[in-house]
Protein backbone atom coordinates (compact mmCIF):
# COMPACT_ATOMS: atom_id res chain seq x y z
CA UNK A 1 0.00 0.00 0.00
CA UNK A 2 1.05 3.72 -0.82
CA UNK A 3 0.08 5.37 2.89
CA UNK A 4 0.12 9.00 3.50
CA UNK A 5 0.38 10.60 6.87
CA UNK A 6 -0.25 14.18 7.85
CA UNK A 7 0.63 15.24 10.84
CA UNK A 8 0.77 18.91 11.65
CA UNK A 9 4.97 18.23 11.83
CA UNK A 10 7.51 15.20 13.03
CA UNK A 11 10.91 14.94 14.49
CA UNK A 12 9.31 16.93 17.55
CA UNK A 13 8.15 16.74 20.90
CA UNK A 14 4.48 15.19 21.55
CA UNK A 15 2.43 12.15 21.58
CA UNK A 16 0.69 12.72 18.12
CA UNK A 17 4.42 13.38 16.34
CA UNK A 18 5.59 9.95 17.96
CA UNK A 19 2.39 7.98 16.94
CA UNK A 20 2.97 8.63 13.25
CA UNK A 21 6.66 8.26 13.72
CA UNK A 22 6.81 4.66 15.41
CA UNK A 23 3.10 3.58 13.11
CA UNK A 24 5.08 5.03 10.05
CA UNK A 25 8.55 2.67 10.57
CA UNK A 26 5.54 -0.31 11.88
CA UNK A 27 3.76 -0.01 8.56
CA UNK A 28 7.33 0.37 6.61
CA UNK A 29 8.96 -2.77 7.83
CA UNK A 30 5.58 -4.60 7.01
CA UNK A 31 6.73 -3.17 3.33
CA UNK A 32 4.26 -1.01 2.41
CA UNK A 33 5.52 2.95 0.82
CA UNK A 34 4.72 5.44 3.93
CA UNK A 35 5.58 9.15 3.32
CA UNK A 36 4.94 11.70 6.00
CA UNK A 37 4.28 15.51 4.49
CA UNK A 38 4.29 17.94 7.16
CA UNK A 39 5.85 21.45 8.36
CA UNK A 40 9.61 21.11 7.95
CA UNK A 41 9.95 21.11 12.19
CA UNK A 42 12.60 19.03 13.92
CA UNK A 43 13.16 16.64 10.85
CA UNK A 44 17.05 16.58 11.88
CA UNK A 45 16.02 14.11 14.39
CA UNK A 46 14.74 11.65 12.12
CA UNK A 47 17.05 11.51 9.29
CA UNK A 48 17.09 7.85 9.57
CA UNK A 49 13.48 7.47 10.12
CA UNK A 50 13.26 4.42 7.18
CA UNK A 51 10.31 6.10 5.84
CA UNK A 52 9.97 9.25 3.53
CA UNK A 53 9.23 12.09 4.42
CA UNK A 54 8.13 15.55 2.36
CA UNK A 55 8.59 18.52 4.57
CA UNK A 56 6.99 21.80 3.62
CA UNK A 57 7.70 25.63 4.92
CA UNK A 58 5.40 26.73 7.30
CA UNK A 59 3.81 30.13 6.63
CA UNK A 60 3.06 31.13 10.54
CA UNK A 61 1.49 29.06 13.78
CA UNK A 62 -2.00 29.28 14.28
CA UNK A 63 -1.75 28.21 17.81
CA UNK A 64 -0.25 24.95 17.98
CA UNK A 65 -0.64 24.61 14.06
CA UNK A 66 1.55 25.09 11.38
CA UNK A 67 0.24 26.36 8.14
CA UNK A 68 1.45 25.27 5.39
CA UNK A 69 0.49 26.39 2.05
CA UNK A 70 2.27 24.01 -0.21
CA UNK A 71 0.24 20.97 1.84
CA UNK A 72 -2.95 20.54 -0.87
CA UNK A 73 -0.82 20.86 -4.08
CA UNK A 74 1.90 18.63 -2.43
CA UNK A 75 -1.34 15.88 -1.34
CA UNK A 76 -3.05 16.53 -5.00
CA UNK A 77 0.01 15.92 -7.12
CA UNK A 78 0.84 12.56 -4.43
CA UNK A 79 0.58 9.06 -5.62
CA UNK A 80 -1.40 7.36 -2.85
CA UNK A 81 -4.35 4.82 -1.81
CA UNK A 82 -5.29 6.19 1.32
CA UNK A 83 -4.14 9.22 3.69
CA UNK A 84 -4.17 8.75 7.59
CA UNK A 85 -4.66 12.44 9.31
CA UNK A 86 -4.81 13.08 12.96
CA UNK A 87 -6.57 15.38 15.52
CA UNK A 88 -6.16 17.64 17.27
CA UNK A 89 -3.99 19.01 14.24
CA UNK A 90 -6.34 21.45 12.41
CA UNK A 91 -5.82 22.67 8.97
CA UNK A 92 -3.24 19.45 8.28
CA UNK A 93 -6.79 17.50 9.00
CA UNK A 94 -9.28 19.33 6.45
CA UNK A 95 -6.68 19.70 3.72
CA UNK A 96 -6.39 15.92 3.59
CA UNK A 97 -10.46 15.51 3.81
CA UNK A 98 -10.15 17.71 0.82
CA UNK A 99 -7.90 15.44 -1.02
CA UNK A 100 -9.80 12.46 0.10
CA UNK A 101 -12.97 13.45 -1.60
CA UNK A 102 -11.66 15.23 -4.81
CA UNK A 103 -9.45 12.34 -5.47
CA UNK A 104 -11.72 9.48 -4.24
CA UNK A 105 -9.26 7.68 -1.97
CA UNK A 106 -10.01 6.63 1.94
CA UNK A 107 -9.28 8.73 4.62
CA UNK A 108 -8.29 6.98 8.02
CA UNK A 109 -8.37 9.47 11.11
CA UNK A 110 -6.73 8.77 14.40
CA UNK A 111 -8.77 11.17 17.08
CA UNK A 112 -6.08 11.38 19.98
CA UNK A 113 -8.53 13.91 21.84
CA UNK A 114 -10.41 17.37 21.40
CA UNK A 115 -8.86 20.80 20.24
CA UNK A 116 -9.26 22.93 22.65
CA UNK A 117 -7.96 26.41 23.16
CA UNK A 118 -7.61 29.41 25.92
CA UNK A 119 -8.98 33.34 25.58
CA UNK A 120 -9.41 34.25 21.45
CA UNK A 121 -8.36 30.53 20.83
CA UNK A 122 -11.40 29.08 22.57
CA UNK A 123 -13.92 31.21 19.89
CA UNK A 124 -11.64 29.55 16.92
CA UNK A 125 -11.55 25.92 18.86
CA UNK A 126 -15.28 26.28 18.48
CA UNK A 127 -16.01 27.37 15.58
CA UNK A 128 -13.52 24.49 14.15
CA UNK A 129 -15.07 22.13 16.19
CA UNK A 130 -18.43 23.11 15.56
CA UNK A 131 -18.76 23.64 11.61
CA UNK A 132 -14.94 22.31 9.97
CA UNK A 133 -14.75 19.05 12.15
CA UNK A 134 -18.26 17.44 11.81
CA UNK A 135 -16.75 17.91 7.72
CA UNK A 136 -13.92 15.93 8.49
CA UNK A 137 -15.36 13.51 10.33
CA UNK A 138 -18.15 12.60 7.57
CA UNK A 139 -15.16 11.87 5.10
CA UNK A 140 -13.41 9.51 7.21
CA UNK A 141 -14.05 6.26 6.08
CA UNK A 142 -12.82 5.06 9.86
CA UNK A 143 -11.84 7.27 12.67
CA UNK A 144 -9.53 5.27 15.02
CA UNK A 145 -9.75 6.25 18.93
CA UNK A 146 -7.08 5.27 21.72
CA UNK A 147 -9.25 4.28 23.93
CA UNK A 148 -13.15 3.85 24.86
CA UNK A 149 -13.61 5.65 28.21
CA UNK A 150 -14.36 9.51 28.54
CA UNK A 151 -15.46 9.76 24.43
CA UNK A 152 -15.64 12.59 22.55
CA UNK A 153 -18.88 13.81 22.29
CA UNK A 154 -17.92 15.40 18.93
CA UNK A 155 -17.99 11.73 17.96
CA UNK A 156 -21.00 10.28 19.26
CA UNK A 157 -22.57 10.86 15.63
CA UNK A 158 -20.27 8.91 13.78
CA UNK A 159 -20.27 6.03 16.26
CA UNK A 160 -20.15 3.19 13.43
CA UNK A 161 -17.11 4.57 11.90
CA UNK A 162 -15.41 4.05 15.31
CA UNK A 163 -12.40 1.53 16.07
CA UNK A 164 -10.79 1.41 19.39
CA UNK A 165 -6.92 0.84 18.30
CA UNK A 166 -4.22 2.43 20.85
CA UNK A 167 -0.78 3.65 20.40
CA UNK A 168 2.21 1.48 21.29
CA UNK A 169 5.58 1.51 21.98
CA UNK A 170 9.18 0.23 20.62
CA UNK A 171 9.96 -2.45 23.69
CA UNK A 172 12.94 -3.44 22.29
CA UNK A 173 14.10 0.52 22.93
CA UNK A 174 12.18 0.89 26.12
CA UNK A 175 12.95 -2.04 28.56
CA UNK A 176 14.31 -3.36 31.73
CA UNK A 177 17.84 -3.72 31.02
CA UNK A 178 18.36 -0.09 30.86
CA UNK A 179 18.75 0.24 34.29
CA UNK A 180 21.49 2.70 35.11
CA UNK A 181 21.44 2.39 38.90
CA UNK A 182 18.98 5.04 41.25
CA UNK A 183 18.07 8.15 40.16
CA UNK A 184 15.33 9.27 41.84
CA UNK A 185 12.28 7.66 43.39
CA UNK A 186 9.23 8.92 40.73
CA UNK A 187 9.63 10.24 37.62
CA UNK A 188 7.78 12.56 35.24
CA UNK A 189 7.25 13.56 32.06
CA UNK A 190 5.72 16.50 29.61
CA UNK A 191 6.04 19.64 28.40
CA UNK A 192 6.15 22.56 30.78
CA UNK A 193 3.94 25.09 29.32
CA UNK A 194 0.26 26.71 29.19
CA UNK A 195 -1.64 24.14 27.07
CA UNK A 196 -0.23 21.15 28.93
CA UNK A 197 -0.86 21.94 32.73
CA UNK A 198 -3.68 19.24 31.86
CA UNK A 199 -0.95 16.59 32.81
CA UNK A 200 -1.42 17.66 36.40
CA UNK A 201 1.95 18.04 37.52
CA UNK A 202 1.19 20.62 40.32
CA UNK A 203 -1.21 18.09 41.61
CA UNK A 204 1.72 15.99 41.74
CA UNK A 205 3.14 18.44 43.21
CA UNK A 206 0.69 19.10 46.18
CA UNK A 207 1.03 15.11 46.85
CA UNK A 208 4.69 15.31 47.32
CA UNK A 209 4.38 18.18 49.95
CA UNK A 210 1.67 16.38 51.68
CA UNK A 211 3.94 12.68 51.77
CA UNK A 212 7.18 15.20 52.85
CA UNK A 213 5.11 16.63 55.52
CA UNK A 214 4.12 13.14 56.66
CA UNK A 215 7.64 12.04 57.18
CA UNK A 216 8.62 10.57 53.72
CA UNK A 217 11.63 11.32 52.16
CA UNK A 218 11.77 10.98 48.25
CA UNK A 219 12.61 12.75 45.03
CA UNK A 220 11.15 13.44 41.76
CA UNK A 221 12.33 13.44 38.48
CA UNK A 222 10.74 16.10 36.37
CA UNK A 223 11.77 15.81 32.89
CA UNK A 224 11.29 18.52 30.23
CA UNK A 225 11.33 21.87 29.08
CA UNK A 226 8.87 25.10 28.62
CA UNK A 227 8.14 28.77 29.94
CA UNK A 228 6.37 27.53 32.62
CA UNK A 229 9.36 25.78 34.72
CA UNK A 230 10.08 28.69 36.64
CA UNK A 231 6.41 29.21 38.00
CA UNK A 232 6.69 25.34 39.06
CA UNK A 233 10.37 25.88 40.59
CA UNK A 234 8.74 28.67 42.59
CA UNK A 235 5.74 26.54 43.34
CA UNK A 236 8.41 24.25 44.83
CA UNK A 237 9.70 26.17 46.93
CA UNK A 238 6.51 27.92 48.40
CA UNK A 239 5.39 24.20 49.67
CA UNK A 240 9.11 23.64 50.85
CA UNK A 241 10.18 20.92 48.57
CA UNK A 242 12.28 22.15 46.93
CA UNK A 243 14.95 19.61 47.23
CA UNK A 244 12.59 17.00 46.49
CA UNK A 245 12.31 18.04 43.00
CA UNK A 246 14.90 17.91 40.42
CA UNK A 247 14.62 19.41 36.88
CA UNK A 248 17.07 18.04 34.75
CA UNK A 249 15.26 19.71 31.52
CA UNK A 250 14.85 18.36 28.20
CA UNK A 251 15.74 14.47 28.21
CA UNK A 252 17.18 13.46 24.39
CA UNK A 253 14.94 10.40 23.25
CA UNK A 254 17.66 7.73 23.77
CA UNK A 255 18.50 8.70 27.31
CA UNK A 256 14.61 8.19 28.36
CA UNK A 257 14.78 4.39 29.16
CA UNK A 258 17.54 4.88 32.18
CA UNK A 259 15.14 7.65 33.40
CA UNK A 260 12.30 5.47 33.52
CA UNK A 261 14.46 2.29 34.43
CA UNK A 262 16.26 4.58 37.52
CA UNK A 263 13.18 5.24 39.42
CA UNK A 264 10.58 2.77 41.36
CA UNK A 265 7.67 4.21 39.58
CA UNK A 266 5.92 7.50 36.77
CA UNK A 267 3.36 9.11 37.85
CA UNK A 268 0.83 11.36 35.36
CA UNK A 269 -1.97 12.69 36.92
CA UNK A 270 -3.94 14.09 34.25
CA UNK A 271 -6.55 16.14 34.87
CA UNK A 272 -9.00 16.84 31.65
CA UNK A 273 -10.06 14.01 29.65
CA UNK A 274 -10.97 16.57 26.92
CA UNK A 275 -7.12 17.07 26.17
CA UNK A 276 -5.32 13.73 27.27
CA UNK A 277 -5.19 11.78 24.83
CA UNK A 278 -3.73 8.03 25.99
CA UNK A 279 -0.51 8.75 27.78
CA UNK A 280 1.83 7.40 25.60
CA UNK A 281 4.63 7.94 28.48
CA UNK A 282 2.88 5.20 30.78
CA UNK A 283 3.44 2.25 28.15
CA UNK A 284 7.12 3.61 27.72
CA UNK A 285 7.13 3.59 31.82
CA UNK A 286 5.74 -0.33 31.65
CA UNK A 287 7.92 -1.60 28.62
CA UNK A 288 11.03 -0.27 31.19
CA UNK A 289 9.33 -3.00 33.90
CA UNK A 290 8.14 0.11 35.97
CA UNK A 291 4.69 0.41 37.55
CA UNK A 292 2.41 3.63 37.00
CA UNK A 293 0.27 5.58 38.57
CA UNK A 294 -2.27 7.70 36.78
CA UNK A 295 -5.61 8.99 37.13
CA UNK A 296 -9.13 7.30 35.82
CA UNK A 297 -9.04 9.06 32.30
CA UNK A 298 -5.72 7.62 30.90
CA UNK A 299 -6.32 6.12 27.88
CA UNK A 300 -5.28 2.03 29.20
CA UNK A 301 -6.61 3.06 32.85
CA UNK A 302 -8.98 0.13 32.76
CA UNK A 303 -6.26 -2.17 31.53
CA UNK A 304 -3.57 -1.16 34.63
CA UNK A 305 -6.02 -2.02 36.83
CA UNK A 306 -6.89 -5.17 35.02
CA UNK A 307 -3.22 -6.55 34.77
CA UNK A 308 -2.24 -5.18 37.82
CA UNK A 309 0.57 -2.65 36.24
CA UNK A 310 -0.30 0.29 38.44
CA UNK A 311 -2.49 2.18 41.14
CA UNK A 312 -5.52 4.28 39.31
CA UNK A 313 -6.34 7.35 41.38
CA UNK A 314 -9.18 9.87 40.95
CA UNK A 315 -8.26 13.35 38.85
CA UNK A 316 -7.58 16.49 40.93
CA UNK A 317 -6.48 14.69 44.34
CA UNK A 318 -3.35 15.27 46.26
CA UNK A 319 -4.49 13.70 48.80
CA UNK A 320 -5.36 9.96 47.13
CA UNK A 321 -2.07 10.79 44.60
CA UNK A 322 -0.31 10.95 47.78
CA UNK A 323 -1.45 7.34 49.33
CA UNK A 324 -0.67 5.84 46.24
CA UNK A 325 2.69 7.04 45.79
CA UNK A 326 3.27 5.73 49.49
CA UNK A 327 2.51 2.20 48.68
CA UNK A 328 4.86 1.93 46.22
CA UNK A 329 8.08 3.85 47.82
CA UNK A 330 7.28 2.10 51.06
CA UNK A 331 6.78 -1.49 49.19
CA UNK A 332 9.24 -2.27 46.82
CA UNK A 333 7.94 -5.77 46.09
CA UNK A 334 4.97 -4.18 45.23
CA UNK A 335 6.29 -1.94 42.91
CA UNK A 336 8.57 -4.71 41.50
CA UNK A 337 5.55 -7.25 40.98
CA UNK A 338 3.59 -4.41 39.45
CA UNK A 339 6.88 -3.53 36.85
CA UNK A 340 6.47 -7.04 35.49
CA UNK A 341 3.07 -7.33 34.76
CA UNK A 342 2.90 -3.84 32.88
CA UNK A 343 5.81 -5.39 30.78
CA UNK A 344 3.82 -8.54 30.14
CA UNK A 345 1.21 -6.85 29.25
CA UNK A 346 3.59 -4.12 26.70
CA UNK A 347 4.61 -7.23 25.41
CA UNK A 348 0.64 -9.15 24.63
CA UNK A 349 -1.05 -6.08 23.84
CA UNK A 350 1.26 -2.99 23.00
CA UNK A 351 4.27 -3.53 20.93
CA UNK A 352 4.10 -1.44 17.94
CA UNK A 353 4.33 -4.57 15.84
CA UNK A 354 1.34 -6.11 17.12
CA UNK A 355 -0.35 -2.20 16.86
CA UNK A 356 1.08 -1.74 13.01
CA UNK A 357 -0.54 -5.13 12.26
CA UNK A 358 -3.97 -3.94 13.47
CA UNK A 359 -3.84 -0.82 11.52
CA UNK A 360 -2.95 -2.56 8.20
CA UNK A 361 -5.82 -4.85 8.92
CA UNK A 362 -7.59 -1.67 8.74
CA UNK A 363 -6.19 -0.23 6.08
CA UNK A 364 -6.84 -3.39 4.04
CA UNK A 365 -10.40 -3.13 5.05
CA UNK A 366 -11.47 0.39 3.42
CA UNK A 367 -9.35 -0.24 0.15
Not at 40 to 54: I, P, V
Not at 108 to 114: E, G, P, Q, V
Not at 115 to 122: Q, S
Not at 217 to 225: E, F, K, Q, S, Y
Request: net charge neutral.
Amino acid sequence: MKIIQTPVRIGTTGGVEEYVHHLSKGLTSRGHQVTVVCAAAGESALKDAGYARKLLRSWFKLANTDITPALLPTLLSSDFDLIHTHIPTPWTAEISALVSRIRKKPLILTYHNDIRGEGIYALVAWTYNRFILPLVLRQASRIIITRTRHLSPYLAPFSGKLVCIPPGVDSHFFSPGNDPGKRGDLFFLGIFDEYHQYKGFDVLLQAIALLVQQGTDLTLIAGGRGPLVGRFRELASDLSIERNVIFPGYIPGGELPSYYAGTIAFVLPSTDPSREGFGIVLLEAMACGRPVIATDIAGMAAEIEECGAGIIVKRDNPSELADAIRRLVDNKPLAGRMGDAGRSLIEERFDWEIIAGRVETLYAGVL
